[in-house]
């Protein structure tokens, strides 16, 4: 069946430092593949997303590009900051109504 | 305008005992829903609501959990009797449109099954 790995955390960082989280994927088809964020105490929201291979989604200084030959859609971010801290979620849909996720990566940066 | 709002946001019952997590989406919302994230793994898709139909029910673990929507308003869900393993986040969402990804997220109600 369909699956999402992500890199396990926590990721801990510097402020400014660069960010990379790791998130692979297997489905049957062509998903559409997203990047979902948890900050303490709220619920998850999107933060980007890519409908089709080598899109780009970006929002917020983060980035991530739909490749199709890797199954990878990695996220990254060229200088992270304390409020960045919170739980990335890796997502796709192939359009069953329905998102299967990865386990989370916990992100943690530090003054 | 409001979120999607869950209740209670914590429930802590005994193995045995019911409990009923409540959903209200956001006004408008047609698509509804849930998902579960037990500690430390993925979240998974429970179901999935249009209005008052399960549209797909394909996630539920077992005939202990029970979900309805009436009146394709606000969603329940309900377990009885409780299990250890039942323990977790459940999370709600809601959409406008019936493609899944553009999904607003409630905060979670989180269980804990002693």
């Known amino acids: 069946g369909d699956s999402v790995t992500q890199m396990e955390g926590p990721v801990t960082l510097s402020e400014e430092a660069f960010l990379t989280i790791n998130c692979t994927y297997t489905?049957?088809?062509?998903?559409?593949l997203f990047w979902y964020v948890q900050y303490p105490g709220e619920g998850l929201q999107l933060l980007l997303k890519a409908t089709k291979a080598d899109d780009k989604g970006s929002n917020k200084g983060f980035e991530a590009t739909y490749r199709k030959e890797t199954t990878s859609f990695h996220l990254e971010k060229g200088s992270v900051q304390v409020s960045d801290s919170a739980v990335y979620f890796c997502?796709?849909?192939?359009?069953?109504?329905?998102?299967?996720f990865g386990t989370g990566t916990r992100l943690l940066v530090s003054p | 305008e409001a979120g999607v709002t869950q209740f209670p946001s914590h429930s802590v019952i005994e193995k045995g005992q019911t409990v009923t997590l409540r959903c209200d989406p956001i006004?408008?919302?047609?698509?509804l829903y849930w998902y579960r994230r037990v500690m430390g793994k993925e979240i998974k898709f429970l179901l999935h609501?249009?209005?008052?139909?399960?549209?797909?029910e394909s996630g539920m673990p077992n005939n202990r959990f029970l979900a309805e929507r009436t009146g394709g308003t606000y969603s329940t869900l309900k377990v009885q009797p409780a299990e250890l393993e039942d323990s977790g986040v459940y999370f709600c969402?809601?959409?406008?449109?019936?493609?899944?990804?553009?999904?607003?997220f409630g905060e979670g109600s989180r269980l804990t099954v002693l």
């Open positions: 969402a809601s959409s406008q449109r019936p493609g899944a990804g553009e999904l607003f």
């Open positions: 006004s408008g919302h047609d698509n």
């Open positions: 997502a796709l849909s192939t359009g069953f109504q329905k998102l299967v």
């Open positions: 609501f249009v209005k008052e139909s399960k549209q797909d």
């Open positions: 489905a049957t088809g062509y998903p559409s």
